[in-house]
């Protein structure tokens, strides 16, 4: 973002009144002055503000509220007020939650109406799918702790840097993975554990990491530090075993790299086990300290459940889950296809897909390491033909070398899940050729936030039957 003045009638500073018009992709409010597109953090739909600018860039102007004059009626008090505006994760807590279900749906509307796909006026955009409560839903906590004024804090940076924001409470954590975070804090404290300092790359403990299973309540903590020893070590845990009898697994990573990377090469057990299980949609997970799992359990349920629905598998099927992660999607529809096969770059994220259908007794699902984009031509050359496909890539989307070979190749059953409604209608474009958008469906995965997860059903056009 420049500090140049490319307007010569708008500076930085300047106030001026503005009616905003839309949230923007990022849940920040977006009006227009003099015709240029201004984006206003925390301002919402017909709300009529005083904008005061804070950046300017070529194409667009950023400001923030100076007052709201008109304020909207969805605008509810932030539950996380001392944080909120601070810290990431809870930027849509000014809206209310039938608001933040509707912008969900209003999102995917602009992208869609930006890219036009094919036939995008008819398309049936349904819904979002909500939590009954949207809040305490986060299964994880990944804290960085740090000294401020003496004491030991845990939290998340300040957006935009590395101050820390000590979180005392965070409505959208589960409430089990805030007391362990905050127990330890105030044991570390207690027992003046060295507390890792960025700037002089000293001290021993950086982050704490506590991941609770929806299914069990067990936790498991990890403490990230700087050094092999863990001061207080004894005391720490027989602590831990006393007043936290389900914090089941307590791990050490060490990672003395002064770079942002969380983790470290090297995890160690403490206490307990080494993994947590969690149960869900019928199937058991291990969770080692780094596997990644879906953050918000009970919405994942509801995900697995709308896949299954759209696929409608019959037991002659084969179905391919292309970008896999550690397998989940693909496993949850085993029982009902022939044969599932998987795909993703992370190689630990397919050693524990290929553990997680041991562990269930899967035995028709195949992971292997490697892109879905050559891995999947290859599968195709080698005479594979899937007769169902599910995508669920990164926000980037779908690379144009697997747009092509879904186009050459048109398995007849198509699920595209998405999590950035603006590579979802760019891809659309191209797969409209082929495919109907059957419905597009959105399930909020991340209440709070402006984050956006849509499943997409896609026809295989007549013609081509
Ligand atoms: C949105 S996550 C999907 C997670 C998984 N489907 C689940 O439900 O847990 C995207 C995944 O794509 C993987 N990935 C990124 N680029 C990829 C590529 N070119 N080919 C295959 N996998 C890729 C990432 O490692 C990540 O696990």
Redo the contacts with the bound molecule.
């Keep these: 973002m420049s500090e140049v003045t490319y307007f010569h009638d708008i500076q930085v500073g300047q106030r001026f009144p503005l009616t905003i018009k839309r949230l923007g992709i990022n849940g920040e409010g977006i009006g227009y002055y003099k015709r240029t597109i201004v984006f206003v953090t925390g301002a919402l739909p017909e709300e009529v503000i005083v904008a005061e600018v804070t950046a300017i860039a070529p194409k667009f102007v950023n400001a923030k509220i100076h007052t709201i004059r008109q304020k909207s009626t969805q605008r509810v008090e932030p539950r996380d007020a001392d944080y909120y505006g601070h810290v990431g994760g809870i930027e849509l807590e000014h809206l209310s939650y039938p608001g933040q279900l509707a912008f969900k749906v209003d999102v995917i509307r602009q992208s869609l109406e930006k890219f036009k796909p094919r036939g995008y006026q008819g398309y049936d955009l349904r819904p979002t799918i909500g939590m009954a409560d949207p809040h305490g839903y986060r299964n994880k906590a990944q804290f960085q702790v740090r000294e401020i004024d003496g004491h030991v804090a845990a939290g998340l940076y300040h957006e935009h840097s590395h101050q820390l924001v000590d979180l005392k409470t965070f409505s959208t954590q589960r409430p089990a993975t805030m007391h362990v975070i905050r127990y330890v804090t105030n044991l570390l404290e207690e027992l003046a554990v060295p507390i890792y300092n960025e700037e002089q790359n000293s001290g021993i403990v950086k982050t704490l990491v506590v991941r609770e299973s929806f299914s069990t309540g067990h936790l498991q903590l990890t403490f990230v530090t700087n050094s092999r020893k863990l001061p207080h070590k004894r005391e720490i845990l027989s602590r831990l075993q006393t007043d936290l009898p389900q914090v089941t697994s307590v791990m050490q990573n060490l990672n003395q790299n002064h770079t942002s990377l969380i983790w470290g090469d090297e995890t160690f057990n403490l206490a307990g086990d080494n993994y947590i299980t969690e149960t869900l949609a019928g199937l058991t997970f291990k969770l080692s300290a780094q596997a990644?799992?879906?953050l918000n359990p009970a919405q994942?349920i509801k995900?697995?459940a709308l896949v299954r629905d759209a696929l409608q598998l019959a037991p002659h099927e084969s179905v391919v889950?292309?970008?896999?992660?550690?397998?989940?999607?693909?496993l949850s529809l085993a029982d009902t296809a022939s044969e599932v096969r998987?795909?993703?770059?992370?190689p630990a994220?397919i050693a524990d897909a290929q553990e997680n259908a041991a562990l269930n007794q899967i035995t028709n699902a195949k992971y292997e390491v490697?892109?879905?984009?050559?891995?999947l031509p290859q599968w195709l050359k080698d005479g594979f033909e899937p007769d169902a496909l599910?995508v669920?890539?990164?926000?980037?989307g779908l690379?144009q070398a697997?747009l092509n070979a879904i186009l050459d190749s048109r398995p007849q059953k198509f699920v595209y899940?998405s999590?950035n409604p603006s590579t979802l209608a760019r891809d659309l474009v191209k797969l409209s050729d082929v495919y109907s958008v059957d419905y597009i469906q959105s399930i909020d995965m991340f209440p709070q936030t402006a984050r956006v997860e849509a499943v997409v059903r896609l026809e295989k056009k007549n013609i081509y039957r």
């Design positions: 990644f799992f879906q994942t995900l697995y889950d292309a970008y896999c992660g550690v397998g989940t999607i693909g998987g795909m993703d770059i992370i994220a490697g892109k879905a984009e050559e891995l599910v669920d890539p990164p926000r980037l690379d697997l899940i999590c």
